[in-house]
C-alpha cells in the first residue's frame, strides 16, 4: 500500500470527515509519482486515492499552524490529531518508521494539546518496526502508532 493509498484508508476508517473531522493531508510529489522513477502501476493508484480522499471530504495542502504534517485531523470533541503516514517505498521499513519517528518527534511542541501518531500499512514487516517503540514511550510522548488496511486502522 503506497503512502497515499495508506493515508485514504487512514481517514476513511478512522478520521471520517462525515463524523465530525476536519482533515487536512499533506500530499508531495514522491507521492503522487511524479518522474519516470516510479513503477508503471503507482501513478494511477496514487490519483485514485487522491480522489477518493478528496471525495470523503479531506483538504489536500500543508495547516496553516501545523506545516506539512501528513494528516491533519481535528474534531470538536475529539481533539487534534497529527500523524506522519509511512506506505511501501524503495526505503527500507526501518528507515522508514525511523523517518516518521524522528519527524513526529520534531512537532512535539505542544504534547497535552495534541496527540502524536505514526501511521503504517497492517503488514507483519511493519508492525515488527513499531512494536520497536517501547509502550513507556509511546505514554510519555502521547503517541499512538497505527496499522492501516482497506478494512480498518489498529492501535498498537
Not at 85 to 103: D, H, I, R
Not at 116 to 130: G, R, S, T
Request: aromatic fraction near 6%; glycine fraction near 6%; include cysteine.
Amino acid at each position: 500500500m503506497y503512502q497515499l493509498e495508506v493515508k485514504f484508508n487512514l481517514v476513511k476508517h478512522h478520521f471520517s470527515p462525515s463524523d465530525g473531522w476536519q482533515v487536512l493531508v499533506d500530499v508531495d510529489a514522491m507521492e503522487l509519482a511524479k518522474g519516470p522513477q516510479h513503477p508503471a502501476e503507482k501513478k494511477a493508484r496514487v490519483e485514485k486515492a487522491e480522489e477518493k480522499l478528496l471525495a470523503l471530504g479531506a483538504n489536500i495542502g500543508a495547516h496553516p499552524k501545523y506545516g506539512r504534517v501528513d494528516v491533519c485531523a481535528i474534531h470538536p470533541t475529539k481533539g487534534t490529531y497529527l500523524v506522519e503516514v509511512e506506505g511501501q517505498s524503495s526505503k527500507q521499513k526501518e528507515q522508514a518508521m525511523y523517518s516518521a519517528l524522528g519527524q513526529t518527534l520534531l512537532q512535539m511542541n505542544e504534547p497535552n494539546a495534541v496527540k502524536y501518531c505514526i501511521a503504517v500499512p497492517d503488514e507483519d514487516k511493519w508492525q515488527v518496526q513499531i512494536e520497536k517503540i517501547p509502550s513507556y514511550i509511546k505514554t510519555l510522548l502521547n503517541l499512538s502508532c497505527l496499522l492501516v488496511s482497506v478494512n480498518g486502522v489498529r492501535e498498537l
